[in-house]
């Protein structure tokens, strides 16, 4: 085992795997945490194991404060520390604003945002004994542009841009820094059902995203940064400039 934990949400697939996978090559051992995906998420714990760190799968719905609140007590009851977390857990209910249903917009503001409040909470707790640890949270450039037929999801991931510049001025004093990435159009599960050949013409760099052009943002701002805090790196091949 390695002295420096990163607990990674929804990292059994697409970016959250790609987050997890980076770390583990800064030398951090992983919690590789998962709605349902048991399979997926083994998969992602033996590559983890096979970069020479340890790993381990919890999982967790990141909505349900109970939930969360029983699984981070004890990775943390096991472990002793968090040094990184990695806010990434992500879910998507498109459609045009007038025709939402209620379900869809709680789903939403409760998965990508509502879940970054339960999950840090008891992070940052141990992170404040430690006077050190890093949170990356992951927002979208519509957080940041909006988006037609994204009012949940837009909502929420603008909602994590202003809990993450909140959180850099509380807790800068206690030596945690805390920074979002907002990618564009990234290649992952998420995405494939869309006909992406339509948006590369917008993309100044002409494709979409790979996990890893995410990671490793997300790697830079955990590990590499120790003078940035409360940023938004924008991910997106130009898309948004
Ligand atoms: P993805 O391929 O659909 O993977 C989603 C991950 O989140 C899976 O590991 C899934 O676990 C997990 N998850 C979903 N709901 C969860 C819950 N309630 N509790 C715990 N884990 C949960 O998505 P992705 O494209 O990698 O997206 C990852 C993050 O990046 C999301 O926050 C998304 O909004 C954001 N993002 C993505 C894009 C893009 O273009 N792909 C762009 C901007 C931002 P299971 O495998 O168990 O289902």
Redesign the pocket.
Known sequence: MSEKLALV??????????CALELAKAGYDIIV??????E??EKTVQEIKALGVDAAAY??????KEEVDKSVAEIIEKYGRIDVLV??????RDGLFMRMSAENWNAVI???LS?AFFVSQPVVKVMMKQRNGAIVN?????GVSGNAGQAN?SA??AGLIGLTKTLAKELGSRGIRVNAV??????????KDLDTSKFTDFIPLKR??E?ED?AKAVKFLAVDADYVTGQVLEVDGGLII
Not at 87 to 92: C, F, L, R, S, V
Request: proline share 4%; hydrophobic share 40%.
């Open positions: 949400t929804g990292a059994s697939r697409g970016i959250g795997k790609a945490n998962y709605a349902g995906n048991a997926a998420a999982k967790f719905d990141v909505s349900n806010n990434n857990a992500g879910i998507t409760n998965t990508n879940s992951m927002a979208s450039v519509v999801y929420a991931k907002a990618p564009g159009f990234i290649n992952t599960d998420m995405t979409l995203g996990p995410i």
